[in-house]
């Protein structure tokens, strides 16, 4: 398994067109099947290659699920910052960020579908062996929060990460609560009553 460092790394580069038809018919597959009976003779197919040729791609189905786990993770951090780009001031983008992660996280058919058919294949990676991912997400989220307080010594962007972090990995896990998963503007308005103040950032009138 990739080390933190080196898979946030490859979450932030920029995705490449290569191989995106592969990755699309792998994510297909996964979603029709679930990943464990998905075969690597069933993505070719999907894709019109033969399987020789997907296996000189990727060497083993645990190396192409990681592909579409990268892939999703980089279409999620294009999501938040393409939210974030919508506002100005620094309230309203980290009241954003934390809708675009709560959305992402509702609206993730891979992730739903595992949780509901596959959890003994997600969820040790999600809870007893969830820290690696815990620690990519808290580390996109500590650079993004530096930018928008860039210059404040008393905000300790790491911390504010690991809670964020750390409450989109339990919303991913148990979604049905109080928090409005499936509702933007509601989760706005949380994010300015509860979110901010836990985080010491004052919410204006």
Excluded: C, H, W
Excluded at 89 to 109: H, K, P, R, S, Y
Excluded at 191 to 196: D, E, G, K
């Amino acid at each position: 398994m990739p080390t933190v460092p080196s898979m946030l790394q490859r979450i932030l580069d920029k995705p490449v067109s290569d191989g995106e038809k592969l990755l699309e018919s792998a994510l297909s597959a996964f979603l029709d099947f679930g990943i464990k009976r998905t075969s690597m003779g069933e993505i070719a197919r999907r894709a019109g290659i033969s399987p020789a040729t997907l296996y000189r791609r990727y060497e083993s189905k645990n190396d192409l699920v990681e592909a579409v786990s990268v892939r999703e993770a980089q279409r999620f951090v294009a999501e938040i910052d393409k939210r974030v780009r919508t506002v100005e001031g620094t309230e309203n983008q980290l009241v954003e960020i934390f809708v675009a992660f709560i959305t992402a996280i509702a609206g993730n058919e891979l992730l739903r579908r595992l949780l509901r058919t596959e959890p003994d294949l997600i969820l040790p990676r999600l809870t007893t062996e969830g820290g690696p991912i815990l620690a990519v997400g808290r580390g996109y989220l500590a650079e993004k929060l530096r930018e928008l307080r860039a210059g404040d010594a008393d905000f300790d962007a790491d911390l504010v990460a690991e809670i964020m972090a750390r409450l989109a990995l339990s919303l991913a896990l148990t979604p049905d609560g109080l928090i409005p998963l499936g509702d933007a503007e509601a989760g706005r308005a949380f994010a300015r009553r509860t979110l901010l103040p836990m985080v010491g950032v004052r919410a204006s009138a």
